[in-house]
């Protein structure tokens, strides 16, 4: 269990740099949503990008708070987090696709998009970095 001390800070001294690498690439994607397909993309693109990269903070934080106060619990509600984000991921496209909105193609490659600039970013991240906690 955490001493609620400076050091249980590493567990989140990657968000600020996954955020503002994310929030550049909805920048470049709305832009490039925009010129290929209209302003309907222009609206889905950041919106998609805004559910991935939402769920991956949501996650990201409750898993360094649960690996903080109570380790043993990081599998068990991480598996349950990921089965509710993806039904909820679901439920929120199926609910698009009914209204036949014409962003959604870009809404859903905004999730993708949102996806793969998070996932590089802290891959990157990791790899550039000297010192990191030992577990």
Do not use: N
Request: hydrophobic letters at 55%; aromatic letters at 8%.
């Amino acid at each position: 269990m955490g001493s609620g001390t400076a050091e249980d800070g590493w567990r989140l001294r990657h968000l600020p740099i996954l955020l503002a690498s994310c929030a550049a690439t909805a920048v470049v994607a709305t832009i490039a949503a925009w010129a290929v397909a209209g302003p309907a993309s222009a609206v889905g693109m950041p919106i998609g990008m805004a559910v991935s990269v939402g769920s991956f903070t949501v996650t990201t934080v409750l898993l360094a708070h649960l690996d903080r106060v109570a380790r043993h619990l990081i599998m068990p509600f991480g598996m349950t987090l990921y089965a509710t984000k993806f039904t909820l991921f679901a439920v929120l496209m199926h609910a698009v696709a009914r209204t036949e909105w014409p962003g959604l193609p870009a809404l859903a490659i905004g999730i993708v998009v949102g996806a793969f600039a998070w996932i590089g970013t802290h891959i990157a991240w990791l790899q550039t970095r000297r010192g990191r906690p030992r577990l």
